[in-house]
């Protein structure tokens, strides 16, 4: 597979998710980008806004495995893992396995579980592998997480511990849709009332497991010339010594930007990194790993907006 071959199939994932979906194109492009990168996406956004169902259209479109769970107070973390269970029949323990052991698992309303089920996810996200009673069983290298949460309820949710927000690639902000794009969406799926299900638009698979490797090790061998690696680490770096921010992003966050950024330049085409793809891709890639500064936070300030501002702080390569 070359670089053109790789921007096909990101073209083509795109507009077999756009014929179900509507208006969350910059949300397919990351999910396209973390899915090149190995990374993991955690989708943000009030009920309503397709989080789920662009979960199940882009698995069918990558032609990937799709697992979903739903995340309540009471799930355990063997829920999610599965367990060893004895049959009496051989007298001997057989693994059932839980949801997990899929290509793309969408992780629903993931705040709603207690801290130490949400930490089952952990190892998963960032070694492809659980451990079940001692025993190592390893994922798919295409594993997958998108996770999704409702910013607006307070009550009845455990927010995601730093560790583990740290193991996302991106946080993506899904807002309302435009009125022309709202409109779209009442005039195609305003005729009946549930869960529309991909294939009922006609998403059809455009890639497989293996296809997917390819293009992700086509996007992993991009080049990222020496200056752009040093404006990733200025600008990781520059997270750490603003007085807006309280803890700034981890070394892990520079590593997983970097990635992202040759995965985004395979997905247009170029066998190189510009500083254009780090700008582009940084609010996502950062907001979810930094804290405000108390003072930063009684003076309402955002944390996109301080981000943005450390974009245009930190000098880009020419």
């Known amino acids: 597979m070359?670089?053109?071959?790789?921007?096909?199939?990101?073209?083509?994932?795109?507009?077999?998710?756009?014929?179900?979906v509507i208006g969350q194109a910059e949300a397919v492009d990351l999910m396209l980008v973390a899915l090149f990168a190995s990374g993991h996406i955690l989708?943000?956004?009030?009920?309503?806004?397709?989080?789920?169902?662009?979960?199940?259209?882009?698995?069918?479109?990558?032609?990937?495995?799709?697992?979903?769970?739903?995340?309540?107070p009471d799930l355990l973390p063997g829920d999610i893992l599965g367990s060893n269970l004895f049959n009496f029949q051989t007298s001997s323990f057989t693994l059932?396995?839980?949801?997990?052991?899929?290509?793309?698992?969408?992780?629903?309303?993931?705040?709603?579980?207690?801290?130490?089920?949400?930490?089952?996810?952990l190892e998963a996200m960032q070694e492809r592998t659980v451990t079940i009673d001692g025993v190592d069983h390893a994922l798919s290298n295409r594993f997958m997480v998108v996770a999704t949460q409702n910013p607006i309820e307070n009550q009845g949710v455990y927010p995601l511990p730093e560790a583990q927000l740290d193991r996302f690639l991106f946080k993506y902000e899904l807002g309302y849709p435009s009125a022309e794009e709202e409109r779209r969406i009442?005039?195609?799926?305003?005729?009946?009332?549930?869960?529309?299900?991909?294939?009922?638009?006609?998403?059809?698979?455009?890639?497989?497991?293996?296809?997917?490797?390819?293009?992700?090790?086509?996007?992993?061998?991009?080049?990222?010339?020496?200056?752009?690696?040093?404006?990733v680490v200025g600008l990781v770096r520059a997270t750490r010594s603003t007085g807006d921010l309280q803890t700034g992003a981890s070394p892990r966050a520079a590593a997983t930007l970097a990635a992202a950024a040759r995965a985004r330049a395979a997905l247009d085409g170029r066998d190189y990194v510009l500083p254009d793809d780090v700008k582009a891709l940084a609010p996502a890639a950062l907001r979810h790993r930094v804290i405000l500064s108390p003072a930063a936070e009684i003076d309402g300030r955002k944390v996109d907006d301080i981000i943005a501002a450390l974009i245009e702080q930190v000098e880009a390569p020419r």
């Not at 956004?45 to 990937?64: D, E, I, N, V, W």
């Not at 059932?96 to 996810?121: C, H, M, S, V, Y």
């Not at 009442?186 to 997917?212: L, Q, Y």
């Open 96 to 121: 059932t396995r839980g949801p997990i052991f899929t290509e793309l698992l969408l992780a629903d309303e993931i705040n709603r579980t207690p801290p130490k089920t949400q930490a089952a996810l």
């Open 43 to 72: 989708l943000e956004g009030p009920p309503g806004t397709s989080k789920t169902f662009l979960a199940q259209c882009f698995a069918r479109a990558a032609g990937l495995d799709y697992g979903r769970i739903q995340f309540t």
């Open 186 to 231: 009442v005039a195609a799926h305003g005729s009946r009332f549930g869960m529309p299900k991909p294939e009922d638009w006609g998403v059809t698979r455009v890639a497989d497991a293996a296809t997917i490797s390819a293009a992700a090790d086509v996007a992993s061998a991009n080049l990222l010339a020496d200056e752009v690696t040093d404006y």
């Open 2 to 20: 070359n670089i053109e071959e790789v921007k096909a199939l990101g073209d083509a994932i795109r507009a077999e998710v756009a014929k179900a």
